[in-house]
């Protein structure tokens, strides 16, 4: 009986991640902060990102019980093992067409009735790269990551200016 809770208290998650887009709360600026400043919080990013999809699968199989579901949403999250993959991915959505097409797909996937896994899965990563810092800001020179540091309010803009 846990597992149907925990299974569509995952999916309800994804109508909060919209209320922390463009958020300047303290929280979010630290997150803002630590993924501009760390490659090694990214990596930890991109793996938590796979970590909840794994248990997603694990929720999906213990609830609907069908393996092959779960086939091309597993072989996405084997191409998102790789932090440079993912960030290569990250990078393609950060193109605001390419982020709209990709969105509507995702939207498309989890209304059908057998692509659910993969809808899951592409939404997942569609809101990972919407937290994810643009290749500029990441190549940001020293100095404007000191700028960063010293109000952290102006990177809010820096960081959701997309190609």
């Given at each position: 009986m846990i597992i149907p809770i925990l299974y569509m208290l995952f999916?309800?998650?994804?109508?909060?991640?919209?209320?922390l887009y463009k958020s300047k709360c303290p929280a979010m600026l630290q997150f803002y902060l630590r993924m501009v400043w760390s490659r090694s919080f990214r990596r930890c990013y991109t793996l938590a990102m796979l970590a909840s999809l794994m248990v997603f699968?694990?929720?999906h199989l213990n609830v609907f019980g069908n393996v092959y579901e779960l086939v091309c949403s597993s072989l996405v999250?084997?191409?998102l093992y790789s932090h440079k993959n993912t960030e290569r991915a990250f990078d393609f959505l950060q193109r605001k067409?390419?982020?709209f097409w990709v969105a509507m797909a995702a939207m498309i996937l989890i209304f059908v009735p057998h692509t659910l896994p993969l809808?899951?899965?592409v939404a997942t990563v569609v809101f990972g790269a919407v937290f994810y810092p643009p290749q500029t800001?990441?190549?940001?020179p020293s100095d404007k990551l000191k700028e960063y540091l010293e109000s952290p309010q102006s990177i809010v803009e820096d960081?959701?200016?997309w190609q």
């Open positions: 999916i309800l998650a994804y109508a909060v991640v919209p209320f699968h694990f929720y999250c084997v191409a067409r390419c982020f809808g899951i899965t800001v990441r190549a940001a960081y959701y200016r």
